[in-house]
Nanobody
């Protein structure tokens, strides 16, 4: 079992910043890609950003230039720095990670989600 725990959500004014963190724990042998997704009320979950184990990042067009994804492989942790936040960024943000467990089986896990609300 691999668990993901997110933190860092909250309420912020438009133009503000937040930093989300997601720590993976459990029977981890290796983690490949890690990423952030979000789901706004009444909408489907959408990809925000992903990062490979070597640090190659990819972003949704809606967040390019404002959000930065990074990871600390030694801590099995992925971060999402969100700047210049807009009301349309309001959503529940979910962490996702995939890799191999110590049992030599693959895994893909989701965090429980953290609420981000951008409002004045």
């Amino acid at each position: 079992q691999v668990q993901l725990v997110e933190s860092g959500g909250g309420l912020v004014q438009p133009g503000g910043s937040l930093r989300l963190s997601c720590a993976a724990s459990g029977n981890i042998f290796s983690i490949n890609a890690m990423g952030w997704y979000r789901q706004a009320p009444g909408k489907q979950r959408e990809l925000v950003a992903t990062i490979t184990s070597r640090g190659t990042a990819d972003y949704a067009n809606s967040v390019k230039g404002r959000f930065t994804i990074s990871r600390d492989n030694g801590k099995n942790t992925v971060y999402l720095q969100m700047n210049s936040l807009k009301p349309e960024d309001t959503a529940v943000y979910y962490c996702n990670a995939g890799g191999v467990q110590t049992t030599a089986t693959s895994f893909r896990s989701w965090g429980q989600g953290t609420q981000v609300t951008v409002s004045s």
